[in-house]
């Protein structure tokens, strides 16, 4: 066995890096000296060198369950396929595509993570090598024999698997050493046969081999011995043990020998179709469990290679009854291969993931197409039928209030037992029975005014004598909402797309899930009054939202409920799914110099403290530079001071004081709790270039009695809602009577 290690030392060496390169030859049948003997006869010392670790201690025996403990694997092995490392002519290495990949592992190696590499490219790398020895050779002898200029047509004879894969080893080996050495990370090379693994002495051999590899921060690089290994007989497996017939079943045994949290299977296929890939049903499985290989039928082998699908679900399998977790994914896709390793690490939804535990209820794939069909049925029910599920479901808010609160109670109880959530997200994630009288209003609102949501004739047009066209509302198809720490959103929602004829996917929080399974269970038991329960489905399973994004051949719109952060990372997220979203609510309200004294602190009170988490709660106050020193001023800051809001100082404030509040980090905050910024302006146009320089464009409020000054604010002010002398938060649907 020939291994090969390139050392990366640095030390006081003056900022400079030392780098020597090792190279050892071994016996090829793997007859080493003990470990333990060797220690004591050859001591080595390894304290100088410095190895980089991270905590990532896991105790192995059973694989992971999910997808998102990925993120904890220590040990893992990387399989490579044959299509996956050479180019599409099969003579030579696609070396982009390795780079990456070399990238890819050398990035997790320096997490601490222990890497292996199971490689196919030997036969390909050894036969671009010897065709063109043969062209050359064959072109220097028709040059001697015939000294013509112009050689004939030269026939390339068909090359030895064998010979291939021993001209080819050495070079791969080289290219691999050449591409870690850029990250200052050795690779050590490990040839094995089948016999390598029936003999024990030999079996025992490389396990410590690989342990001490793996121990010196080496990535281990492994592939079959081509060039000496016989052809693999059918039916050769032992009792419960896999034989080594091609790289898929050389990973899971070594995988498993090795105590590896995870292999990473790369192919040219995105992973496992229930049917073969390029059929027009063909759908990808998400999570492949043991016994569902029955329903699976298997194509035909990728263009390179000696296994195919068949063979790397075999080896899954075995690899998943040994304690060892399997993702198989695409490796050659030019969008993904450069981050299709550290995607599938950091839990992401990549490929086919191999699970011993089935979840109880449907995927999310599932019940996007259960939505879409219950959607579909949802919209063909007379609209009075649509408006009656409305109607029972705000009947049953109240009927249940107390059951919902007690749910509710025991989110609260739990996020402010863990401490992770900001104030203002616990006031979102609260409900109370004011919260939920009013919902059960604004539901039976939605239900009165949903009559002609579907099927309203908008426009209809004579093209010809007898024929007319007709545009109707219809639904958009199926919605994914996804809302943050707001329980009362669920309902609203439903509500919403139940009038619309729309299906639905709810994707909450987990600080407020208990309070959404009460809430879910009593929508499913409004829609079965009509027999249109799957309409809506509540996403349960451990789905990342960025995973959801990506559904978008069965997802139609996507609209996040939450911050703005929420929402910019959606619409980042989001593959070819339309986002609606928003923007945060920076809201100002301007006190004009001649602005009521009544009204001014009632206003104001309303906008910032009445539910200070709301997105239309005031964040800004601005006040004409001729009401500070006043006693309206004094009324405005007892008012918050009573209240106990915090106030941040904008420039110009603080620079009016001696003594001044914190000065604001910045005037476009979106506090969402009982603070506010307090800015000073010289008049209306002032206060309105401030807020197109730092608001939201959510809603702005203008308090005077002037009506040409608030004329001239409502008409210059660029946001979706201006108000003269009303609460920001008049800014709602419910309150317009929408």
């Given at each position: 066995m020939l291994c090969r290690a390139a050392l990366s030392c640095r030390g006081p060496t003056h900022g400079r890096s030392l780098i020597s390169r090792?190279?050892?030859?071994?016996?090829?049948?793997?007859?080493?000296?003990?470990?333990?003997?060797?220690?004591?006869?050859?001591?080595?010392?390894?304290?100088?060198?410095?190895?980089?670790?991270?905590?990532?201690?896991?105790?192995?025996?059973?694989?992971?369950?999910?997808?998102?403990?990925?993120?904890?694997?220590?040990?893992?092995?990387?399989?490579?396929?044959?299509?996956?490392v050479t180019r599409g002519d099969e003579c030579g290495l696609a070396l982009g595509r390795l780079a990456s990949i070399v990238e890819q592992v050398s990035v997790l190696q320096n997490q601490g993570r222990e890497?292996?590499?199971?490689?196919?490219?030997?036969?390909?790398?050894?036969?671009?090598?010897?065709?063109?020895?043969?062209?050359?050779?064959?072109?220097?002898?028709?040059?001697?024999?015939?000294?013509?200029?112009?050689?004939?047509?030269?026939?390339?004879?068909?090359?030895?698997?064998?010979?291939?894969?021993?001209?080819?080893?050495?070079?791969?080996?080289?290219?691999?050493?050449?591409?870690?050495?850029?990250?200052?990370?050795?690779?050590?090379?490990?040839?094995?046969?089948?016999?390598?693994?029936?003999?024990?002495?030999?079996?025992?051999?490389?396990?410590?081999?690989?342990?001490?590899?793996?121990?010196?921060?080496?990535?281990?690089?492994?592939?079959?011995?081509?060039?000496?290994?016989?052809?693999?007989?059918?039916?050769?497996?032992?009792?419960g043990v896999i034989s080594i017939k091609d790289n898929d079943s050389l990973a899971a045994r070594l995988a498993v020998e090795m105590k590896a949290d995870l292999i990473i299977v790369l192919s040219d296929v995105e992973g496992l179709f229930d049917s073969p890939p390029g059929s027009d049903d063909a759908k990808l499985i998400d999570i492949f469990y043991p016994g569902d290989q029955q329903s699976v039928t298997f194509g035909t082998k990728s263009r390179v290679g000696m296994g195919g699908m068949e063979a790397k679900v075999k080896a899954a399998?075995?690899?998943?009854?040994?304690?060892?977790?399997?993702?198989?994914?695409?490796?050659?896709?030019?969008?993904?291969?450069?981050?299709?390793?550290?995607?599938?690490?950091?839990?992401?939804?990549?490929?086919?993931?191999?699970?011993?535990?089935k979840p109880a209820g449907p995927t999310v794939e599932q019940q996007a197409e259960m939505a879409r069909a219950g959607g579909r049925n949802l919209a063909t029910l007379k609209p009075e039928q649509r408006a009656e599920i409305i109607f029972h479901l705000a009947d049953l808010l109240t009927d249940h209030r107390d059951e919902i609160l007690a749910a509710n109670r025991k989110d609260m109880e739990e996020a402010e037992e863990k401490g992770r959530l900001a104030p203002p997200l616990l006031k979102r994630l609260s409900l109370s029975t004011a919260k939920l009288n009013s919902l059960a209003i604004g539901l039976r609102q939605i239900a009165a005014s949903?009559?002609?949501?579907?099927?309203?004739?908008?426009?209809?047009?004579?093209?010809?004598?007898?024929?007319?066209?007709?545009?109707?509302?219809?639904?958009?198809?199926?919605?994914?909402?996804?809302?943050?720490?707001?329980?009362?959103?669920?309902?609203?929602?439903?509500?919403?797309?139940?009038?619309s004829g729309n299906g639905l996917l709810l994707k909450g929080g987990k600080e407020a899930s208990n309070s959404n399974q009460t809430l879910y269970r009593l929508t499913q038991e409004a829609l079965s009054i009509h027999g249109v329960k799957d309409a809506i489905q509540l996403v349960n399973t451990r789905e990342e939202v960025e995973d959801l994004c990506r559904l978008n051949k069965l997802i139609d719109l996507i609209i996040p409920r939450g911050s703005s952060e929420l929402v910019r990372d959606i619409?980042?997220?989001?593959?070819?799914?339309?986002?609606?979203?928003?923007?945060?609510?920076?809201?100002?309200?301007?006190?004009?110099?001649?602005?009521?004294?009544?009204?001014?602190?009632?206003?104001?009170?309303?906008?910032?403290?009445?539910?200070?988490?709301?997105?239309?709660?005031?964040?800004?106050?601005?006040?004409?530079?001729?009401?500070?020193?006043?006693?309206?001023?004094?009324?405005?800051i007892d008012m918050l001071r009573v209240e106990q809001v915090k106030i941040h100082a904008g420039p110009k404030f603080a620079s009016y004081l001696t003594f001044s509040p914190s000065e604001v980090k910045s005037l476009r905050t979106e506090y969402g709790d009982l603070e506010c910024c307090i800015e000073v302006v010289d008049g209306v146009e002032d206060a309105i270039e401030h807020i197109h320089k730092y608001g939201s464009s959510h809603t702005d409020v203008i308090v005077t009695e002037n009506e040409a000054t608030a004329e001239y604010f409502l008409q210059h002010v660029d946001s979706a809602c201006v108000f003269w002398n009303a609460s920001s938060r008049f800014s709602d649907g419910y309150r317009f009577g929408l």
């Open positions: 090792v190279r050892t030859t071994v016996s090829s049948h793997l007859k080493y000296v003990p470990s333990s003997v060797t220690a004591q006869q050859h001591p080595r010392q390894w304290s100088n060198i410095p190895f980089m670790t991270m905590p990532l201690i896991r105790s192995h025996g059973k694989p992971f369950a999910h997808r998102s403990e990925l993120k904890h694997a220590k040990r893992i092995v990387v399989k490579l396929g044959s299509a996956v890497m292996m590499i199971v490689t196919s490219g030997a036969v390909a790398f050894g036969k671009q090598r010897l065709r063109h020895e043969i062209l050359l050779s064959q072109s220097v002898r028709q040059a001697l024999h015939s000294g013509q200029n112009q050689l004939k047509d030269m026939q390339v004879p068909v090359l030895e698997a064998r010979a291939c894969a021993a001209a080819g080893q050495s070079g791969l080996m080289a290219l691999y050493e050449a591409m870690f050495t850029q990250y200052s990370i050795c690779a050590a090379q490990i040839l094995v046969t089948n016999l390598d693994f029936h003999d024990e002495q030999k079996r025992r051999n490389l396990n410590g081999t690989l342990h001490e590899l793996l121990r010196m921060n080496i990535v281990p690089i492994i592939n079959t011995n081509d060039a000496v290994v016989p052809p693999p007989e059918p039916n050769s497996d032992l009792q399998l075995w690899a998943l009854q040994g304690g060892t977790s399997v993702v198989i994914a695409n490796g050659t896709h030019p969008k993904i291969s450069g981050h299709v390793i550290t995607d599938i690490v950091e839990g992401k939804k990549v490929g086919t993931f191999f699970s011993e535990v949903s009559q002609d949501s579907v099927g309203r004739v908008i426009r209809r047009t004579r093209i010809a004598k007898e024929l007319e066209l007709e545009q109707v509302t219809v639904p958009i198809g199926v919605l994914l909402v996804i809302f943050e720490s707001r329980p009362d959103c669920l309902p609203q929602v439903s509500a919403l797309a139940i009038a619409q980042k997220a989001a593959k070819g799914i339309p986002v609606m979203g928003h923007s945060e609510g920076i809201c100002h309200v301007y006190v004009d110099n001649e602005a009521s004294v009544e009204k001014v602190t009632r206003i104001v009170r309303d906008s910032k403290c009445e539910y200070p988490a709301a997105c239309n709660a005031m964040e800004t106050l601005l006040i004409h530079r001729d009401v500070l020193r006043t006693p309206l001023f004094d009324q405005i």
